[in-house]
């Protein structure tokens, strides 16, 4: 997480969605950077409402707006299978070496997870609070000249990004059957990520 003080924002570092290259582009101009530990590093909506914004709310009388990334579903949950392939995390409880991406995806949806698919959710880490506490600007991970305009205007900087934190590179092919059942199950996931203007 990057809290810019002065322009009132912080940039909430959704899983997957590349906040890892923002955050090493855009540490030397934040005022906070939040990059360990991952549970709040990754704070979601929630954790910020309750943690971060009652200690700028409280000590410097300020509101922050809040920016996000979301990563169209589908590929997100690709990304999250792709990075638990990498060869150090085989024979772990998390990795998916010997599980197909269907099998994966069938494991997401399962009410208890395996740990290998034990992801989380954006839909549940960008959601409004009760007080009102939510995303003022939510950016396509799929649209990065709309992200980095919207960084470059607000902030005043050129951004000079990097890859990091990249999953590796293959196919995953998921049958329609999965894919059907995927969307009616998750549907709010896809309808919050098909609101994104």
Sequence with gaps: MLVFFKERLAFLSV????TTAYEAALAP???VVISDPPLLKHAPVYRYNR???PMFLKVCDAELELMAVM???VSWLSSWYRYR????IEGKANSTHGVSF????LAYMKGQRPSFADVGSQFKFLESQPNGTG???LFRYEDQPRLQKFLTDRLGVKLDLARENVS???ETPLSEDVLTRFQRKFADEFELYDSIG
């Design 51 to 53: 943690f971060i914004r």
């Design 102 to 105: 269907d099998e994966f995806v």
């Design 85 to 88: 392939r990498r060869p150090f």
């Design 135 to 137: 995303v003022t600007h």
């Design 15 to 18: 899983p997957k969605t590349g």
């Design 168 to 170: 590796p590179k293959m």
């Design 71 to 73: 990563r169209e579903p």
């Design 29 to 31: 101009r934040a005022d």
